[in-house]
């Protein structure tokens, strides 16, 4: 069974300071991994999009890492800001796949 | 570029009643796909449409059904509400069929009483 856990659950940081979460997946066969960002009531916004080949890739402040051969990915927020406050999730696909299997995500939280 | 619109934002239903939501997919994409997240949970998806047929239905009941037209706008229908239906309904759109070029709406919040 295709299974995404993410850590930590819910994680509290100041302003101004760094975080990595952590993606743990047992998707197979897998071809791309994504993030996405979940405002609350919102929908998801995609923050990165990674090949299997992709070790990681950059998106301003985000920036995600993954090894495909460990299946783990990590997402690491530098400088958060208030405006970071959101779900964040974690969503291993394969191409050719017509949905996406979302876990739980992280849920972070920036207080100033 | 228009983005995906979904509408109406918020929903207030009555148990039993049946329920029709929205969506305007994004210039260019032909597959519309529908998600319902309930709180604190993930997106769980529903089914997808792709040029007017279903291509994809998720572990949901019948009572949930959709429809795409042909400018790929669609609509989810949901009969017989339970309470359990409450949640945040999510369209995304994309250029084909395949997850990959998906976009989301802000999602239709629609609460049974």
């Known amino acids: 069974k295709n299974q995404v856990e993410q850590s930590p659950q819910s994680l509290i940081i100041l302003e101004g300071k760094n975080c990595t979460l952590q993606?743990?997946?047992?998707?197979?066969?897998?071809?791309?991994l994504r993030w996405y960002k979940q405002d609350t009531g919102r929908g998801p916004v995609s923050l990165t999009i990674?090949?299997?080949?992709?070790n990681t890739k950059s998106n301003g402040r985000y920036t995600a890492t993954l090894d495909a051969d460990t299946k783990q990915s990590s997402l690491h927020i530098t400088a958060s800001q208030l405006s970071d406050s959101a779900s964040y999730i974690c969503?291993?696909?394969?191409?050719?796949?017509?949905?996406?299997?979302f876990g739980t995500g992280t849920r972070l939280t920036i207080i100033p | 570029e228009t983005g995906v619109t979904q509408s109406p934002t918020h929903l207030i239903k009555t148990r039993g009643q049946q329920v029709t939501l929205r969506c305007s997919s994004q210039?260019?994409?032909?597959?519309v796909s529908w998600y319902q997240q309930a709180l604190g949970q993930g997106p769980q998806f529903i089914f997808q449409?792709?040029?007017?047929?279903?291509?994809g239905r998720g572990n949901f009941p019948p009572r949930f059904s959709g429809l795409q037209f042909p400018n790929y706008s669609s609509e989810l229908n949901v009969n017989a509400l339970e309470l359990d239906d409450s949640a945040l309904y999510l369209c995304?759109?994309?250029?084909?069929?395949?997850?990959?070029?998906?976009?989301f709406g802000s999602g239709t919040r629609l609460t049974v009483v």
């Open positions: 995304a759109s994309s250029p084909e069929r395949e997850s990959y070029g998906y976009t």
């Open positions: 993606c743990n997946y047992t998707v197979s066969p897998f071809s791309n």
């Open positions: 990674m090949t299997f080949s992709e």
């Open positions: 969503v291993p696909s394969n191409f050719g796949n017509e949905k996406l299997t």
């Open positions: 210039s260019g994409h032909n597959t």
């Open positions: 449409y792709y040029r007017e047929e279903e291509n």
